[in-house]
């Protein structure tokens, strides 16, 4: 469970997914939309379970790289939401010419392209589906790798561009 996003009772919501941990209620807790090292380190001043994930927009034009650095010193993992930009702006992730000419060199879709550039990065990614075949392709990324010029290549996407504010 994830407290969706600070500003309501931040401490009280977190204590509660603590209390449902201790009462085997729920076996992991998290934090979303926290992006700044202020908003975590409040979190962690009253947390007596680190957080597991942060769940944050997170995608080719907007990289949480500086928070992925603060908070890998706690062992807190930082999960994609719009891995692919979100409904209405795929196209202009899957679009893009670096990722599309990896895909060309791998074989492989722009999908799975993005999804292998965020899993080597170390960020759980939850693209969302409702197309089973789309489903089936997003697990379909073990048989390659990207090279680390690649990988760079994608970092350098990065414009720190949400489509999102909250
Ligand atoms: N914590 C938060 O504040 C927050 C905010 C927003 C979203 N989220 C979560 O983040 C997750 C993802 O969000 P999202 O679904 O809006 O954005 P997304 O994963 O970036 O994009 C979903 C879009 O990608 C398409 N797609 C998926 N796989 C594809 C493939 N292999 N090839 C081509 N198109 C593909 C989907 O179409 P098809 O259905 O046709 O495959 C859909 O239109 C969801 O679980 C959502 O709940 C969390």
């Known amino acids: 469970m ?4 600070p500003g309501y009772d931040d401490a009280g919501v977190y204590k509660a997914m603590e209390d449902a941990v201790a009462a085997g209620k729920l076996r992991s807790i ?3 939309n926290y992006y700044t ?3 975590v380190d409040e979190v962690l001043s009253f947390a007596k379970i680190v957080p597991a994930v942060i769940q944050n927009e997170n ?3 907007y990289q949480n790289i500086a928070l992925q650095d ?5 062992g807190i993992v930082i999960e994609s939401w719009y891995p692919f930009g979100g409904r209405g702006h795929t196209a202009e992730h899957f679009g893009n010419s670096v990722i599309t000419e990896l895909a060309e060199k791998y074989g492989k879709s722009s999908a799975q392209i993005i999804l292998r550039w ?5 960020f759980i990614a939850i693209p969302g589906s409702s197309n089973p075949e ?3 392709e997003n697990y379909d990324l073990f048989d390659f790798e990207l090279t680390e010029e690649e990988m760079q290549r994608i970092r350098g996407l990065d414009r720190q ?3 999102e504010n909250w």
Request: proline share 0%; charged share 5%; hydrophobic share 35%.
């Open 2 to 5: 994830l407290g969706h996003q």
């Open 30 to 32: 998290g934090i979303s």
């Open 37 to 39: 090292k202020a908003q």
């Open 59 to 61: 995608h080719l034009y």
């Open 70 to 74: 603060y908070v890998s010193q706690y």
């Open 118 to 122: 965020q899993l080597q990065a170390g």
């Open 134 to 136: 789309h489903i089936a």
């Open 161 to 163: 561009a949400r489509y």
